[in-house]
């Protein structure tokens, strides 16, 4: 996909038209001269109201999950405290750090996470050290939250997420990607592009959160992360946060993708990289929610049922 780059040189701006393919295999930039004249809607994106990607029921699904959730709890740090809301939390960190690879068993990871050793814990070091650190994240996302309007998503706040993330794991903590990758068959952008892509990121955010539904918003951004693929490692976990972010920040409880369900959670990230279209993803992580908090609309779909 092509965009609009502006290049100053000798104090002149002229714009171009650049689109970077994969030729061959190796990674070539084109690009068409436009002018020195602004380009329409280049500074000043128009803010078009994209087209809902839920249904109106979907929609009432997940808002009654968000009211009849703080109707019980608050989000946030005390969350650890509750036993049932523990144990999720946890059920979380376990979860996605298993999904890429983490060897730590669930009562292993509740174990780091209530300060007590395991036994194999010289073996599994670095597993252990992945845990601490995805609690820490996971404080790190209310802290951001309780801040409120001000702490938004930032490019700041993704390289502090993967900072935390990889302290004492990788030596790139909390730093773009120097290297090309490669996600089974889907070529990331090259390692050049990253910081404009991250940026880019941040303002399809600013522009979409006033026109998006949270929910929708949330997904979107977990796969819109992904596909750039900014860091060396540990790429997934920090889409995973980033979107739980988007959701707790707007009154969403958390969103747990399971182990034993990532084979399916990656064909459809599949999918988007063959069709270049997010909608089946927002939609399969709809599915899962509802699975998830099913608890709290025994009543409510039970009565949408019976209007229908």
């Not at 020195?36 to 997940?62: M, Y």
């Not at 991250?198 to 992360?225: C, N, Q, S």
Request: charge should be positive; glycine fraction near 6%; include cysteine.
């Amino acid at each position: 996909m092509g965009y609009v780059e502006k290049k100053s040189v000798n104090g002149k701006t002229y714009y171009y038209l650049t689109e970077t393919k994969r030729v061959s295999g190796k990674w070539r930039k084109t690009r068409k001269y436009l002018g020195v004249h602004t380009p329409a809607g280049f500074e000043k994106p128009r803010r078009a109201k994209p087209k809902p990607i839920l249904s109106e029921t979907e929609k009432k699904i997940v808002e009654l999950i968000k009211r009849n959730y703080n109707a019980e709890h608050e989000l946030g740090p005390n969350l650890w405290k509750e036993k049932e809301e523990r144990d999720r939390l946890v059920s979380f960190v376990f979860n996605t750090n298993a999904i890429e690879g983490n060897s730590l068993s669930l009562e292993e990871t509740d174990s780091v996470l209530a300060g007590k050793k395991i036994a194999s814990a010289a073996k599994k070091e670095k597993d252990v050290r992945e845990a601490e650190n995805m609690k820490e994240c996971v404080d790190y996302l209310f802290s951001r939250v309780s801040k409120g309007k001000n702490a938004d998503l930032t490019e700041e706040m993704v390289l502090k997420l993967h900072e935390i993330e990889m302290q004492g794991v990788m030596p790139d903590a909390g730093a773009y990607r120097k290297v090309d990758v490669r996600v089974g068959s889907y070529y990331c952008p090259p390692h050049e592009e990253v910081g404009k892509l991250m940026r880019r990121f941040i303002e399809w955010y600013d522009e979409a959160k006033g026109v998006t539904p949270a929910f929708e918003l949330a997904g979107l951004a977990h796969v819109r992360f992904v596909r750039i693929h900014p860091f060396r490692d540990g790429n997934g976990r920090v889409a995973r946060l980033v979107m739980n972010f988007l959701l707790i920040r707007n009154g969403f409880p958390f969103l747990n993708i399971f182990n034993d369900d990532k084979l399916l959670y990656y064909l459809v990230l599949r999918k988007v990289d063959e069709s270049k279209r997010f909608k089946p993803f927002v939609k399969y992580l709809f599915k899962v929610y509802a699975a998830q908090y099913k608890d709290y609309l025994k009543k409510e779909l039970r009565e949408l049922k019976d209007s229908k």
